[in-house]
């Protein structure tokens, strides 16, 4: 998809984008880095950041990949302080690192339902805590990426449902204390995204992509274009009375529910 944005939306302003080596959140750092900004990528692989801060040079845009465990407070603040001084204040934090596996809960262990609300939410709450300190106040953004599932209840997903409506009700509560500094904090609700890890898992067969496709009211998939595109806007001086927001970006799927989707 071609950029519908002409601009250099965001020239001069640092991102840092958590997950931000590969899927969703690496098409938001490129985005990012074509209209200007400066990266820090926080994930849990060094050899993949590598790769991606690789294209995002070739983008024209200074970047850095940081690995860590975004469930490890130290680790996130950590990065967040070396993005400061490599590159300045903070002024765009994208919270994206997020964990799934399909499971029903009888087929869920404790654990498996720990590790993803600490790495979908607690991580969500350890960037944001992180990085106040470091943003540029007034002015900042954040962005914290959700999912359907927190509103639309799916079978397989209830350790991510629980998990991103918890993200969904901290957003709403940072926009309003945050508010007053200046920070807005909105959050990006996808649907079913093509050429993602999460379509891979849940829809892992032709079949099963195609049944997801038929149930979208659009009538396809997302593109990870598309969610970069809102999250430039959302960024961007366009937004700039735009807080507490929950942008879901799913084709009408939610307006429908997800029925038997997902391997039931």
């Not at 009888?106 to 350890?126: C, H, P, Q, R, Y």
């Not at 540029?136 to 509103?151: E, L, M, Q, Y």
């Not at 991510?160 to 969904?168: C, N, P």
């Amino acid at each position: 998809m071609a950029n519908v944005f002409r601009d250099r939306l965001l020239e001069g302003k640092v991102a840092f984008v958590t997950g931000g080596g590969s899927g969703i959140n690496l098409r938001i750092a490129e985005r990012f880095s074509e209209h200007g900004a400066s990266l820090a990528l926080m994930g849990r692989t060094q050899e993949k950041l590598d790769r991606a801060v690789a294209d995002l040079g070739v983008r024209g845009g200074a970047a850095l990949g940081i690995a860590g465990d975004v469930r490890d407070y130290a680790a996130v603040e950590t990065a967040i302080q070396r993005t400061r001084d490599e590159f300045g204040p903070i002024d765009i934090l994208v919270c994206g690192a997020a964990g799934n596996f399909p499971a029903p809960v009888t087929g869920m262990s404790s654990n498996g339902f720990k590790a993803v609300l600490e790495i979908d939410l607690l991580g969500t709450f350890n960037a944001c805590r992180a990085a106040f300190d470091r943003m540029r106040k007034p002015g900042a953004s954040v962005i914290n990426i959700s999912a359907t599932f927190a509103f639309t209840p799916t079978p397989f997903q209830s350790h991510v449902g629980a998990a991103k409506a918890g993200i969904d009700s901290f957003s709403k509560t940072l926009a309003v204390e945050w508010g007053r500094a200046g920070v807005r904090v909105n959050v990006i609700s996808p649907g079913p995204i093509d050429d993602t890890e999460g379509m891979r898992r849940l829809a892992p067969t032709e079949e099963a992509r195609r049944r997801t496709a038929a149930a979208v009211p659009l009538g396809r998939l997302g593109t990870r274009d598309e969610i970069a595109d809102l999250a430039l806007f959302l960024c961007s001086d366009a937004a700039q009375f735009i807080t507490g927001a929950i942008c879901v970006c799913d084709g009408g799927l939610s307006l429908v529910g997800s029925g038997g989707l997902f391997g039931s």
